[in-house]
């Protein structure tokens, strides 16, 4: 669990979080680490505080989650 960040319950391996930050720069900051979000922002009922994306690996996840305590 991350301050900021609220992820939705999900039954596949895509993720939509909602966050207090503008999704659109949290999309840059992480391609910097490697790292691919969809912006959410062109969804309907949604807007730049949402965010998708799919993990595939426990490993995978623990990344994001250091990527996002860096840039935040």
Same mark, same amino acid.
């Given at each position: 669990?991350? +301050?900021?960040?609220?992820?939705?319950?999900? @039954?596949? *391996? /895509?993720? #939509?979080?909602?966050?207090? =930050?503008? @999704?659109?720069?949290?999309?840059? %900051? #992480?391609?910097?680490?490697?790292?691919?979000?969809? +912006?959410? %922002? *062109? /969804?309907?009922?949604?807007?730049?505080? =949402? /965010?998708?994306?799919?993990?595939? @690996?426990?490993?995978?996840?623990?990344?994001?989650?250091?990527?996002?305590?860096?840039?935040?």
């Amino acid at each position: 669990q991350l +301050d900021g960040f609220e992820c939705s319950d999900s @039954s596949t *391996n /895509f993720i #939509l979080i909602k966050t207090k =930050y503008d @999704s659109t720069k949290l999309q840059q %900051k #992480l391609l910097k680490h490697k790292i691919l979000i969809r +912006d959410c %922002k *062109n /969804f309907r009922g949604l807007d730049n505080q =949402y /965010f998708r994306i799919a993990v595939k @690996s426990h490993k995978d996840n623990i990344k994001l989650v250091k990527a996002l305590e860096k840039i935040t």
